[in-house]
Each structure stands twice: as C-alpha cells, then as structure tokens.
C-alpha cells in the first residue's frame, strides 16, 4: 500500500464523518434555514468526495459528475433562499 | 522527483481538503447561530474543494484535460459558494431568525424596508 492509498483511505473516513455531521444538524436545525446550510455542506462534500473517488479510482469522468453537482447546489440553494425571503415576506 | 510530484503533494493535499470539510461539519455542528453556521461551512468547505481538485490536478499533470476541468471546479466553486451564503444570510435575517444570544449589535437593524426588502445604508439624506 502506498502513501497515496492510505491518505486517500483516512480522507474518506473523514468525508463520511463529515456527511454524519452535516446530515445531523439538517435533522435537528431549529430553523429553515440552518436546514438549507447543512444541505449545502452535503452537496459539498460530494462534490469532494467525487474527486477523491476519481482520485482514487483514476475515473476521471467522475470529475464532470462533479461540475455538474456543484452547478445543482449552488442552483437549489439560491432558490431555497428566493423561497425562503419570499415566504418571510408577507 | 517524480514520486514526489504524483504521490506526496496528492496525499498531503488530499489529506488537508479532508481535514478542512470535517472541520467546516464540525462547525456546523456545534456553532450557536445560523450565520456562523453558514460561515463555518461555507468557507471551510469551499477550500477543502479547492484542495481536493488541486490534489487530482497535481496527480493527473501529464493530462491536460483532468487538470483544465479541476481548475473549472475550483473556480466554479470559489465565485459560486459566496453568493449562495450571501443569500441565505439574508433570507434569515429577512426571516426574522433570533441571533446568537452573545450578539454585541445588529448594524442591519431597521435598515431593511419591511415590504420592499431593500437595504438602506443610513445615508440618505
């Protein structure tokens, strides 16, 4: 086993962790939107975790899963957040 | 020299990504109020994407379209992830969520109209 493989290892041990976090506060968050910010955090540890994937597996294509991820979250937030102030609005 | 370059700044840097979105998890898990939240998990996990497409870009560089695409990534990501935080901080404020406790002072307070949602900044007149 090289060096590679074993950060590449502890790095998803990490992701994984990360998610389980996130994944809590989107469970528990008193608020709207503190749900909308851990899902932003998941959707961003996908997109890591994709490029660890690639990383690892030398799937390269995997990378353009990853654009197009990013794109989607950072579409599904900006219109969590329209919805949210139009909602507080009237 | 070749070991190093595909195999020890990869690693390292792999390793940092990791260590940096755990840590912005670990902010939204246990920071007091929705902007720190947002803080946390914005800026931490923006620079741990970074560093994960940096770690393929540097393991890929003898092709030239992993390494174009991860630069697409980390620019994408880096002009993208401010303004989605930007608007969910103010769709919160908007919303009336209750700051932190400790807050010293509220610089927006009264300063948004509440029908129209725009923002006045104190120097009108």
């Not at chain 1, 086993?1 to 950060?7: F, S």
Request: charged share 15%; aromatic share 8%; glycine share 8%.
């Amino acid at each position: 086993m090289n060096l590679l493989d074993g950060a590449v290892h502890l790095a998803s041990v990490m992701l994984a962790l990360a998610v389980v976090l996130a994944f809590i506060r989107l469970l528990r968050g008193p608020s709207l939107p503190d749900r909308v910010v851990a899902f932003d955090l998941m959707t961003s540890v996908a997109v890591g975790i994709m490029a660890l994937y690639s990383l690892a597996t030398e799937e390269t294509v995997f990378l353009d899963v990853a654009i197009v991820l990013a794109l989607i979250s950072f579409l599904g937030t900006v219109a969590f957040a329209r919805y949210l102030e139009q909602r507080g609005k009237k | 020299m070749e070991v190093i370059l595909t195999e020890w700044i990869p690693a390292l840097l792999v390793l940092m990504g990791a260590s940096f979105m755990l840590l912005a998890a670990i902010g939204v898990m246990r920071l007091p109020d929705v902007w720190m939240r947002m803080h946390a998990s914005t800026k931490s996990a923006t620079f741990g994407i970074g560093c994960m497409a940096l770690a393929l870009a540097a393991s890929h560089l003898h092709d030239l379209g992993v390494v174009m695409r991860s630069i697409i990534v980390i620019g994408f990501v880096f002009q993208t992830a401010p303004v989605a935080a930007h608007m969910i901080g103010r769709a919160a404020y908007l919303m009336g969520v209750t700051p932190w406790r400790g807050t010293m002072r509220d610089e927006l307070e009264g300063r948004y109209d509440p029908d129209t949602h725009n923002l006045a900044s104190g120097n009108e007149h």
